[in-house]
C-alpha cells in the first residue's frame, strides 16, 4: 500500500550547522507534499506545501530561508533546516496525498539542536 | 512493522447524529494514541491517550483507550456540520530512548449534512 518514509528518524546537530530531511512517497506520485511542525503539546503545524517542478509555498510566520523546501522529483522532498538553532530543535512530519481526501504521513524526524 | 486502520473511511450523517469512530493499532512497545481534526492546513490536535490516561473527554468529544483490544474509539455526539472533516489516529511507539515516531491511520471522512 501507500506509504511514505522519512529519513533520517533522528537527527542530533551542533547550533549553526545545516540538516536535510528527505521525505519519500514509495509506490506512488505525488506532485505536492506537506511539511508539518510538531510542537510539545501535540499539535501539529504546517510550516509549507512543497511543490513538484515549482517553489514551495510557506506558511505565514515561516522563513523561507531557513527552511529549505526542494520537491526534486515526483517522489521526493527534502527540507533543509539552515544554520539550526536550539530553537529549531522539533519533530518534522512530511505527507503526501495519494487521492484528494487521503493523506499518507511519515513517521517524523526528531531533530535535536545542541 | 506499526500498524493503524482506521474505520470507517467515511460517513455521512446528520446534524444531531452521534458518531463513533474507530482506531486500531499494531505496535510493539505502546506509548501513547493520539487524534487529530483535519479540515483544510494542519490537523488540530484533539486527544492523547496513554496507559494511564484512556478515557478523555472535551465537550462533545470523547476518546477511550482500549489497551486490551488495541484500540480506540472516538466518539461525537449532537454532531454539527462543523465538525464535518477527517480524524486521523496516530499512535506513537516507545523505539527507545529519545527516539519518537508516529504511526497515522488513514483517517476516517465524517460528513456532517443539516
Known amino acids: 500500500g501507500a506509504v511514505v518514509s522519512q529519513h533520517p528518524s533522528r537527527v542530533i546537530c551542533k547550533s549553526g550547522t545545516s540538516v536535510k530531511i528527505e521525505c519519500r512517497s514509495l509506490d506512488f506520485q505525488a506532485t505536492t507534499m506537506f511539511w508539518y511542525r510538531q510542537f510539545p503539546k501535540k499539535s501539529l503545524m504546517l510550516m509549507a506545501t512543497s511543490n513538484e517542478g515549482s517553489k514551495a509555498t510557506y506558511e505565514q510566520g515561516v522563513e523561507k530561508d531557513k527552511f529549505l523546501i526542494n520537491h526534486a522529483s515526483l517522489t521526493l522532498s527534502t527540507l533543509t533546516v539552515t544554520s539550526a538553532h536550539p530553537e529549531d530543535s522539533s519533530f518534522y512530519i512530511c505527507?503526501?496525498?495519494?487521492?484528494?481526501?487521503?493523506?499518507?504521513f511519515g513517521p517524523g524526524t526528531r531533530l535535536t539542536v545542541l | 512493522e506499526d500498524k493503524v486502520v482506521q474505520s470507517p473511511l467515511s460517513l455521512v450523517v446528520h446534524e444531531g447524529d452521534t458518531v463513533t469512530l474507530n482506531c486500531s493499532y499494531e505496535?510493539?512497545?505502546?506509548?501513547?494514541l493520539l487524534w487529530y481534526k483535519q479540515e483544510k492546513k494542519a490537523p488540530t490536535f484533539l486527544f492523547m491517550l496513554t496507559s494511564s490516561g484512556i478515557e478523555k473527554k472535551s465537550g462533545r468529544l470523547s476518546s477511550i483507550l482500549d489497551k486490551k483490544e488495541l484500540s480506540s474509539i472516538l466518539n461525537i455526539t449532537a454532531t454539527q456540520t462543523g465538525d464535518s472533516a477527517i480524524y486521523l489516529c496516530?499512535?506513537?511507539?516507545?523505539?527507545?530512548?529519545?527516539?519518537?515516531?508516529?504511526?497515522f491511520g488513514k483517517g476516517t471522512k465524517l460528513s456532517v449534512i443539516p
Open positions: 505496535v510493539t512497545n505502546f506509548r501513547s
Open positions: 496516530a499512535v506513537d511507539p516507545w523505539t527507545g530512548a529519545g527516539s519518537y515516531q508516529l504511526t
Open positions: 505527507s503526501a496525498p495519494l487521492l484528494s481526501d487521503t493523506q499518507y
